[in-house]
């Protein structure tokens, strides 16, 4: 498994619960890699509610899933994870020394003891447009997220949506791309009102354009795409020359290739062995979070906590062998304090 990393445990998605699963292996002095498909951590908290109130961590009166989110990272800072983000966990195999093979759809691998899916609802993935053959345009002038936005400046550009991304890039290209043309499918917006009203002035200012319909066709010349048909409510299609089409329909979860892993699936959840260990079928894979299932099973953060730190016990045992562990309290434990660097 050339250029293999070698790891002790790798943690599958970056939410809460992954982020606490470092916590919970770092007091056990286990070091993990964590990877996530989305270019941020966070999981749910940050890419479905950054902004909104959670109230039931315990002693945490209230904060946001960003607020969480940045809290978690600074608790597990003594531990010096390695973040790979950006990147979905395509294959995980069980390797004849009883270790595994992970390797990522950039090719990032790992050869390691245990692993601990963390996976919530699955990787989040762009709503990709509904339009035959219109995907062959993918990465060229076809994009669903914005990565350099120098490569759209001065292009004219038509844009997808009607939620908070759709409306801030069209914001955003104004004045930098040639043309901006957005496409929501209905009148009212998902987006933040101010972002409406101010798209809404500059289409006034003939700045921008707003056209309410959907993307029903395309037109290419020379092998590359020259234009959209968009279907207005009305009926009517008009045609919309650019350079580059740009698609903020949001994301869905997809449980994708965890589903070939080998392991125990009961409703696109990963089943455990018991509650005690929070083990799936395969020794030394674990299950964490949103994504395992058990009797009793409820989808809370603070649930996803207690699992990450009797997974991180169960897991000791595979990585030292011959260490007997013990529950020690963080308030009181000379070795904890070491490890956390408070001494
Ligand atoms: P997630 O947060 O789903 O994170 C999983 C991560 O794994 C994702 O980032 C995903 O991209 C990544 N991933 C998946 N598959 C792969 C792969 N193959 N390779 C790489 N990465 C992968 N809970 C509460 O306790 N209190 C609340 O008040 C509350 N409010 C909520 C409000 C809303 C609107 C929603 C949607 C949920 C709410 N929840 C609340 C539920 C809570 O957000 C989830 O229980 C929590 O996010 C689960 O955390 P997790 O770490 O298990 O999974």
């Known amino acids: 498994f050339a250029g293999a990393i070698d790891a002790d445990a790798v943690i599958i998605g970056a939410g809460p619960v992954g982020l606490f699963q470092v916590f919970e292996l770092g007091l056990l002095e286990i070091k993990a890699h964590v990877i996530d498909s989305l270019p941020a951590v966070g999981g749910q908290c940050v890419e479905l509610y950054p902004d909104k109130p959670i109230y039931d961590i315990p002693a945490v009166p209230v904060c946001t899933g960003q607020e969480l989110t940045d809290n978690l990272l600074k608790q597990i800072e003594p531990f010096d994870p ?58 060229s002038q076809l994009f669903y997220r914005v990565k350099d936005p120098a490569l759209f400046e001065g292009k004219n550009l038509v844009i997808c949506g ?44 003939y700045e921008m354009q707003l056209i309410t319909g959907q993307v029903t066709g395309f037109d290419e010349k020379d092998g590359a795409l020259s234009e959209v048909k968009v279907t207005g409510a009305d009926g009517v299609t008009r045609r919309v020359p650019l350079d580059m089409l740009l698609v903020f329909f949001g994301l869905s979860p997809k449980l994708g290739p965890i589903a070939e892993w080998g392991l125990d699936i009961e409703r696109r959840q990963l089943k455990v062995m018991d ?18 299932t058990y009797p009793g099973k409820k989808k809370l953060i603070l649930s996803g906590f207690h699992e990450a730190a009797l997974a991180a016990f169960g897991a000791a045992p595979y990585i030292f062998p011959d260490k007997k562990i013990h529950m020690q309290y963080t308030t009181t434990s000379p070795k904890l304090h070491k490890i956390l660097g408070v001494e």
């Open 275 to 292: 509650t005690e260990k929070f083990e799936t079928n395969v020794p030394g894979i674990f299950a964490v979070g949103d994504i395992n």
């Open 82 to 139: 390695t973040f790979h983000l950006g990147q979905e966990v395509t294959t995980v195999q069980r390797r004849e020394d009883g270790r595994f093979n992970v390797e990522t759809s950039i090719g990032t691998r790992f050869i390691t003891k245990t692993i601990f899916i963390a996976a919530g609802v699955g990787s989040f993935q762009a709503r990709t447009i509904k339009v035959d053959g219109i995907d062959k345009f993918d990465n």
């Open 162 to 205: 009607g939620g908070d991304s759709a409306l801030d890039w069209a914001l955003n290209f104004v004045g930098k791309a040639e043309s901006v043309v957005l496409v929501h499918r209905r009148e009212d917006f998902r987006a933040a009102p101010a972002s409406v009203a101010k798209m809404k002035a500059l289409c006034d200012e």
